[in-house]
């Protein structure tokens, strides 16, 4: 009997976690209470386990320095950056503006609001990387103004609830850089891998959006003209956005030669700033040339972008590491809430204090993870995982689709932090046995994770949208209209259509890896290198005025000493041969002197 609870030990561990889970421990203690209590049981089974168990006493003092390693790790500092940087943004007011800007320019066309939340929800996940940050601050705005001109419960509460996941797989997402340190690769290959997917996924998004407004178009009416505030005139906007792209290609045009593949780079971000600093004095010296929408749009969305461009494109480029990038960003941001007028001490503080708490999370449950993979580790249960999984019929794809299936089912009541903490490191080894890409592997793993968050009941989403919608009726502060609260089974069926769009997804990035490959550059077929050796120009003949070589010379090289073995006696060497170093030393008892 002892024997076979010895031999079946790494499921019984996990079986075990899942109990503790069940009961509602907290991830981090139920992880370290689960690692110290097996470990002890294990070193005491370990005699009867014929070499499968090699826990020993001696290892738990390798914790500390293993516990040094989780707290040093600096790729994870990038993840208090981020956070601090999103809520910064949050309380500055940006979302605010982009949502109500975006919002009348898209007013006029049936689905324009919920457009405008696809938009600013990407806009969001591209500067803070936050999922809660984007769904409150777009729950708050956004869902009253949606309710007050006619919007149907369910697409208002789903498109703000999975615009807000888009912080899940756009990069800067805390996601991927858990998913990268996990998965041992870099943070800056995993940004680039998942933007494509994230971009196509925006993309979806708003083809429901529209299919919506076409088929069903009484759920996403257009604003009324009396709510479109800034009025008309997008023909100037769109003369500002040519007159843009025109400057930029005359740039990267005349700097070409000296910047060489940098050169967009630069153009993009004179004509950017031309056109910003254009709109600033055609405000503030009444010149007039813009309307009203296109000088609020232009000075509304530049701020982001350069915000954007400064953390990504920094990373992207290789000039910044994603910790740096993640530090320019908090500096960044608190710029921007500066220039707003925003950046008050009570901001600070509450960011402050929302990012200790976030990196508490995360450190805590690293250590809990740490301690518990030790003694999984410890009675080979990373083997037990690797043999279950590769043995999936199917090859790759049986692999991927068990490996997301039990995601998708974790992700129903587990935290993404717990799930990459515990559930990534044990996939590594048999990803590796099957040859799948790991970068591919966790791109796959975010959109899934993404997808947690949007399923009930445990859904972070749904609980964020739930935490701002009004519960029970009240009086609309424009139209004094009374509006019912918004009940909760409408955010879940709301949810619903965006959940199978993200399962989609998946698939899509599973079977067109190239989604996601094209991180490592162009591929070269190994067939089409030419490698060629150039000739070599004969050598002269001997010296001696002859075709044969000198005495002691070799063939083409005159008077070549003569190689062979040393002199070592009093024998004077030949012609031509290097003389002897005036013999060999005696090797003898050293001479003491008295």
């Not at 949606?146 to 509460?157: E, H, K, Q, S, W």
């Not at 340190?181 to 870099?186: A, E, I, K, N």
């Not at 590769?390 to 089912?409: D, E, K, M, R, S």
């Not at 062979?564 to 005696?586: F, Y």
Request: proline fraction near 8%; include cysteine; charged fraction near 10%.
């Amino acid at each position: 009997m002892i024997e076979i609870i010895a031999h079946n030990m790494a499921p019984i561990i996990f079986l075990s976690l899942v109990v503790f889970l069940l009961y509602g421990y907290p991830v981090s203690f139920a992880l370290a209470a689960n690692g110290l209590i097996f470990f002890v049981i294990g070193v005491w089974l370990a005699p009867y386990s014929n070499g499968e168990i090699t826990l020993d006493w001696p290892l738990l003092g390798t914790m500390p320095q293993r516990l040094w390693g989780v707290l040093s790790n600096e790729t994870l500092l990038a993840i208090p950056f981020f956070t601090f940087m999103g809520i910064i943004l949050e309380r500055s007011g940006m979302a605010e503006d982009l949502l109500d800007t975006i919002g009348q320019l898209f007013g006029p066309i049936r689905g324009g609001l919920a457009f405008a939340v696809v938009l600013v929800g990407a806009l969001l996940a591209a500067t803070t990387g936050v999922v809660a940050a984007s769904v409150i601050a777009m729950g708050l705005i956004s869902l009253p103004i949606m309710l007050r001109y006619g919007y149907d419960r369910r697409t208002a509460t789903g498109v703000i609830a999975a615009s807000g996941t888009l912080a899940q797989i756009i990069p800067p997402s805390l996601v991927l850089i858990v998913l990268a340190d996990q998965l041992g690769r870099s943070v800056g290959d995993m940004y680039r891998g998942a933007l494509i997917p994230g971009l196509i996924l925006t993309g979806a998004y708003l083809g429901y959006v529209c299919m919506v407004a076409i088929f069903q178009p009484h759920k996403v009416p257009a604003l009324p003209p009396e709510a479109r505030t800034l009025g008309g005139g997008v023909t100037s906007l769109l003369v500002a956005l040519a007159a843009g792209v025109g400057i930029g290609y005359a740039a990267h045009y005349f700097w070409y030669d000296a910047w060489g593949a940098n050169a967009d780079v630069l153009g993009a971000t004179i004509g950017t700033l031309v056109v910003y600093f254009y709109a600033l004095a055609d405000r503030f010296m009444a010149i007039n040339l813009l309307s009203r929408l296109a000088q609020q749009v232009i000075m509304v969305l530049i701020p982001p972008l350069a915000l954007i461009f400064l953390v990504l494109g920094t990373i992207f480029i290789g000039l910044a590491t994603p910790t740096e990038g993640g530090a320019m960003g908090a500096v960044g941001a608190m710029i921007l809430a500066w220039a707003k007028g925003r950046f008050k001490f009570p901001v600070l503080q509450s960011a402050l204090i929302a990012t200790t708490r976030l990196s508490a999370f995360v450190m805590f449950v690293l250590i809990g993870a740490r301690m518990f993979s030790l003694t999984f580790y410890g009675v080979n249960g990373h083997i037990w995982v690797e043999e279950l999984l590769t043995a999936v019929p199917g090859g790759q794809y049986g692999f991927l689709l068990v490996v997301n299936l039990i995601i998708f089912v974790l992700g129903f009541f587990l935290d993404f932090f717990e799930i990459a903490f515990v559930l990534i490191p044990l996939l590594i080894a048999p990803a590796q046995t099957l040859g799948i890409d790991l970068i591919w592997l966790g791109v796959i793993v975010g959109v899934n994770l993404q997808t947690s968050f949007l399923t009930p009941p445990f859904g972070f989403a749904l609980f964020y949208l739930r935490s701002v919608a009004a519960k029970v009726p009240y009086l609309d502060k424009v139209t004094g209209k009374k509006m019912d609260g918004i009940k909760t089974g409408e955010i879940y069926k709301g949810a619903i259509p965006f959940i199978i769009i993200q399962v989609v997804m998946i698939f899509a990035v599973v079977f067109f890896p190239q989604m996601v490959m094209h991180y490592k550059g162009p591929v070269i077929d190994p067939s089409t290198i030419e490698i060629r050796v150039p000739t070599l120009t004969p050598l002269a003949p001997g010296t001696n005025g002859g075709a044969t070589p000198a005495p002691g010379g070799l063939p083409g090289l005159p008077g070549a000493p003569k190689l062979g073995a040393p002199n070592l006696g009093g024998t004077p060497p030949a012609e031509g041969a290097a003389p002897a170093p005036g013999g060999l030393p005696k090797l003898g008892a050293p001479v003491i002197n008295p």
